[in-house]
Nanobody, 123 residues
Framework: QVQLVESGGGLVQPGGSLRLSCVAS????????MGWYRQAPGKQRELVAA???????NYADSVKGRFTVSRDNTKNTVYLQMNSLKPEDTAVYYC?????????????????WGQGTQVTVSS
């Protein structure tokens, strides 16, 4: 009943920029945190950036100063602006959201994942 759909991935040269978007839809009552993870071949999935409703953010050390996470609460959308991209940023980027659904009176909270979008940084 809840879906997260990422977009904006692609192929860029080192030093280039990309802007990823993730839209949450479905039986959503509220969204607490939204964020981005990435996974490169043969490596563990890692947290890239996250943002809560109030606007507080967290970043992996490897992307601080280069990436910016933001969200539009009215659109249930989270963005990841990626600047000064490096080859080591190459990975599948996944959107993640901590969502309280509108199912029943309990409005259960669960984590949801998008399908991923490929980001390739290469010359």
């Amino acid at each position: 009943q809840v879906q997260l759909v990422e977009s904006g991935g692609g192929l860029v040269q080192p030093g280039g920029s990309l802007r990823l978007s993730c839209v949450a839809s479905g039986s959503i009552f509220s969204i607490n945190s939204m964020g981005w993870y990435r996974q490169a071949p043969g490596k563990q999935r890692e947290l890239v950036a996250a943002i809560i409703t109030g606007g507080s953010t967290n970043y992996a050390d490897s992307v601080k100063g280069r990436f910016t996470v933001s969200r539009d609460n009215t659109k249930n959308t989270v963005y990841l602006q990626m600047n000064s991209l490096k080859p080591e940023d190459t990975a599948v980027y996944y959107c993640n959201a901590d969502i309280r659904t509108s199912v029943g009176l309990s409005r259960p909270k669960s984590a949801y994942w998008g399908q991923g979008t490929q980001v390739t940084v290469s010359s």
